[in-house]
Nanobody, 124 residues
Framework: HVQLVESGGGSVQAGGSLRLSCTGS????????MGWFRQAPGKEREGVAA???????SYADSVKGRFTISKDKAKNTLFLQMSNLKSEDTAMYYC???????????????????WGQGTQVTVS
């Protein structure tokens, strides 16, 4: 099965940008419905963005126009480019992959089987 490792988190001022990466091993990420999620202290985990194997994407309303999800097949890596960051974007960010056999609509509501360990994003 696939293993996921996130990187790229850090501290940034409001209005700044960060790019998160999620590197996969054990399988080819481009074959999966992939997603980014976040969880702030005391809050439930929320879906941020998703990208299907055909490249179609979806976003939470709170990040539309500011975040972009993409993938690099050659690097077997998923990205989340975050711009115009706000304090409310502060959270632990996780990447996830649905089962390779998943055939439904790829969104953050899909059943995700594989998760990374998370990377912290702090916006002040």
């Amino acid at each position: 099965h696939v293993q996921l490792v996130e990187s790229g988190g850090g501290s940034v001022q409001a209005g700044g940008s960060l790019r998160l990466s999620c590197t996969g091993s054990g399988d080819t990420l481009s074959s999966y419905c992939m997603g980014w999620f976040r969880q702030a202290p005391g809050k439930e985990r929320e879906g941020v963005a998703a990208i299907d194997s055909d490249g179609s994407t979806s976003y939470a309303d709170s990040v539309k126009g500011r975040f972009t999800i993409s993938k690099d097949k050659a690097k077997n890596t998923l990205f989340l480019q975050m711009s115009n960051l706000k304090s409310e974007d502060t959270a632990m960010y996780y990447c996830a992959a649905a089962s390779v056999t998943f055939v439904g609509t790829c969104s953050t509501r899909a059943p995700f089987n594989y998760w990374g360990q998370g990377t912290q994003v702090t916006v002040s």
